[in-house]
């Protein structure tokens, strides 16, 4: 299916772009904390760096004392002094 044809069934649908395509859905709140959505897995996990694998892409967070709260199936919390985020292909 090419991209075109997803992007129109997903306005046919009205169903949000993060769950049709499986992007990963990234929500900052101020610097010490980070809600990460739809991810596959975590790669790499210190206390400086974090690697996850989406379906689309991975996504990279680096800072001081980064800690996992709580992580799902569907869902993660990160805390820590977030100083940088990078989606990479």
Do not use: W
Not at 7 to 31: H, T
Not at 45 to 73: F, M, P, S, V, W
């Amino acid at each position: 299916m090419t991209p075109e044809t997803k992007e129109r069934m997903m306005a046919a649908m009205n169903l949000p772009r993060d769950v049709f395509l499986g992007d990963i859905l990234v929500s900052l709140i101020g610097r010490r904390t980070v809600l990460i959505e739809n991810y596959r897995s975590i790669l790499m996990y210190t206390d400086t760096t974090l690697k996850i694998q989406g379906k689309n892409c991975r996504l990279q967070i680096c800072g001081k004392h980064l800690r996992i709260e709580y992580y799902t199936a569907d869902e993660m919390r990160v805390n820590g002094v977030i100083e940088s985020i990078e989606l990479k292909s």
